[in-house]
């Protein structure tokens, strides 16, 4: 598993940098999000889940805009999404997992993000077979109209994570566009 290295975690609008790795950690005074989607079952749908999670396809299916340093997730490689054509979100990887039953990365902020934190994108298939997303995430809001959104950017951001879940899960089982 890669971790991003400490000179280059200097940037990071947050002090925690990899603690999504632990799923149930949330640092005092950032807020909590975990959203697990089922993809589907067997081998097939999780090496495609996998791909295109790690690959940047999911996200791109999702109709954001995005600008990678690289073609696949890796630590240190650099990502911004663009929401509603104007939103800058600016990151990087800080952490990547390619296991035979596990696969994702999270990707922690960077000043110009309207949020400060990580959040990680995993796709795993448990001994029943069954291919899951789980999406876990800590936050606090950085830009002004991120504070001012409340609980509107909180709705969002549960929003994002489940959409992320379905347009998965049309890739894997059905290998086309989102619905």
Not at 129 to 157: D, E, H, I, M
């Amino acid at each position: 598993m890669g971790t991003v290295s400490s000179t280059e975690s200097q940037d990071f609008t947050y002090a925690d940098v990899g603690a999504t790795r632990d799923q149930g950690f949330c640092p005092p005074g950032f807020r909590p999000m975990n959203v697990r989607t089922r993809i589907g079952e067997g081998e097939e749908v999780f090496r495609r889940a996998a791909e295109a999670v790690l690959t940047w396809e999911m996200h791109r299916a999702m109709g954001v805009g995005l600008d990678a340093s690289a073609d696949r997730a890796a630590p240190g490689v650099d990502v911004t999404v663009t929401l509603a054509g104007m939103i800058k979100a600016p990151c990087r990887v800080v952490w990547t997992v390619e296991e035979p039953r596990r696969a994702g990365w999270a990707y922690g902020t960077l000043p110009g993000h309207p949020e400060a934190g990580e959040e990680s994108f995993v796709v795993d298939r448990t001994g029943d077979g069954t291919v899951w997303l789980t999406v876990n995430a800590f936050s606090r809001p950085a830009k002004w109209y991120a504070k001012a959104g409340g609980p509107a950017t909180r709705g969002f951001q549960h929003a994002y994570a489940r959409r992320c879940g379905s347009v998965l899960r049309n890739l894997a089982t059905r290998g086309g566009e989102p619905a």
